[in-house]
């Protein structure tokens, strides 16, 4: 146990609740602050609402009726097998992978509305052979986009998925003479998904770091591992169970107003009606929120001006609840010439027929209103699923603000968890993880942040 005050952690999300678990784990106190009334930041569950006027309901569907109290994510999310920070951190927490997840080989199911639908599956050979056998037998892509596509991968072997310098993923598709139906149907499509980034700008980068983690070493890295649970029991749920466990303090509805710094070190903070003293601050939160708190301090002016860079990107899901015969025969599957670009049936959450509809990055359709995109988007799906009836309820989704914009050399102003001020510091997904805006980076940035300060204080004797 520490001689010093709690560490106190501010933010909620993934991040903080990372840095807060690992610093408990090892038998350091901690109070935990999150602003909202729930924990997970922008990957928690919401309650499903009809929010879109216009919508049917059948009396007798009692799936479907309105006063069932059902739970949705406020953004559809995937996980990579790839994600061994996250899947750790569950194990620590008491969470087996098999109950909140299904495991499933990697495998890319893109309908087109010319009918040149392209499938890629990537078989039982070991990596990252699997993703050749993918490219080389898929359909929907002719012989010279395939090929063209296995010279890509090839490459990025040899270059072990590293660019000497940063440019666009657009550029690196041009400059590996990648086909544009490959491009479209295949590696468009992946990047924003990953990236949450236009590819005329996203970081080709931090894509290739992404591809790599999951293509490069063991088979099992590139699975897909789609949740069976909403995102509050998939981790924020058991990770305060574990805090309050092991004598942390977790507070919710507790908005940090000022930062308490003397002598280029951390004091404490102030609350809307309190103050805490404390040695230890992490901020786990967005870096706008971040920013806000550090500008009024001149001894971080420089790393306030490193925040500043930092664009956003929104994430917009619709979901649609269609009667639950309605079903995609598949957990997920892509659109190409359309606004909608993913589709998530959610049978697996046991929520027969709601479909998730996820359009990521910024465009057009955020000018429109929920009414009419929901009306957008049925119109697209009609164009796949002519069969399908018309949704019964839909609610819309909005992150504004869901990533960090992942653009080109950007990871040259994403900062570090330590700051100069001492016993100040930094975790959230745009910290210095070389990832994209993942679940992974935010859990990743937290454990090394936990793992700095449980070093720092064991070097300064503060541990009884």
């Known amino acids: 146990m520490t001689k010093t005050k709690p560490v106190i952690v501010v933010g909620g999300g993934w991040a903080g609740l990372t840095t807060a678990v690992e610093l408990v784990r090892h038998d350091i106190p901690v109070i935990l602050l999150e602003s909202a009334k729930q924990l997970g930041g922008r990957a928690r ?14 009396k007798h569907d009692t799936h479907n009726n309105n006063n069932d109290k059902i739970s949705v994510d406020n953004g559809q999310h995937l996980l990579l097998g790839a994600y061994d920070s996250t899947l750790t951190m569950l194990h620590t927490v008491g969470i087996s992978e098999d109950s909140v997840v299904q495991r499933e080989k990697l495998a890319l199911n893109m309908r087109r509305r010319n009918g040149r639908n392209v499938t890629i599956n990537t078989g039982h050979l070991p990596a990252p052979l699997h993703i050749a056998w993918g490219l080389m037998f898929a359909s929907g892509l002719s012989l010279n986009d ?22 666009s993923c657009l550029e690196l598709f041009r400059r590996f003479h990648q086909t544009s139906d490959v491009i479209k149907t295949v590696w468009e499509p992946l990047c924003i998904a990953a990236l949450n980034t236009p590819i005329a700008t996203a970081s080709a980068s931090i894509f290739l770091r992404t591809l790599g983690e999951a293509f490069s070493n063991r ?12 995102l509050g029991e ?15 303090n977790v507070r919710l509805g507790q908005r940090v107003t000022e930062l308490v710094i003397e002598n280029q070190q951390i004091k404490g903070l102030k609350l809307q009606n309190s103050e805490l003293e404390s040695e230890y601050v992490v901020l786990a939160t967005p870096h706008h929120a971040t920013h806000k708190m550090l500008s009024p301090h001149a001894s971080l002016i420089e790393l306030t001006e490193q925040l500043t860079k930092f664009g956003t990107q929104p994430i917009v899901t619709v979901y649609l609840q269609y009667p639950e015969h309605v ?17 998530f049936d959610r049978r697996l959450y046991g929520q027969p027929g709601l479909m998730a509809v996820v359009i990521s990055s910024s465009g057009p359709h955020m000018k429109l209103d929920n009414q009419a995109l929901c009306e957008m988007v049925e119109s697209e799906i009609a164009d796949f699923f002519p069969t399908w009836p018309k949704a019964q309820r839909r609610m819309v989704i909005r ?3 869901a990533t960090f914009d992942c653009t080109s050399h950007c990871n040259n102003y994403r900062p570090g968890n330590k700051t100069p001020v001492q016993g100040l510091w930094l975790a959230g997904d745009y910290t210095n993880t070389n990832l994209p805006a993942t679940l992974e980076s935010a859990v990743r940035s937290g454990k090394r942040c936990a793992q700095s300060i449980i070093k720092t204080i064991h070097q300064s004797g503060d541990v009884s």
């Open 219 to 230: 088979r099992s890295e590139s699975d897909l591992l789609f949740l069976k649970v909403d």
């Open 45 to 58: 569950r919401v309650p499903f609402e009809n929010t879109i006027h216009g919508a049917v309901q059948h």
């Open 399 to 401: 992150e504004k603000r």
């Open 234 to 248: 998939a981790y924020p749920d058991k990770a305060v169970s574990y805090i309050e466990k092991y004598g942390g």
């Open 146 to 167: 395939r090929l063209k596509a296995l010279r890509f991968c090839h490459a990025l072997l040899k270059m072990d998925f590293t660019l000497a310098s940063d440019e």
């Open 327 to 343: 079903t995609l025969n598949d957990n997920m599957v892509g659109m190409v010439d359309t606004t909608s670009q993913w589709i």
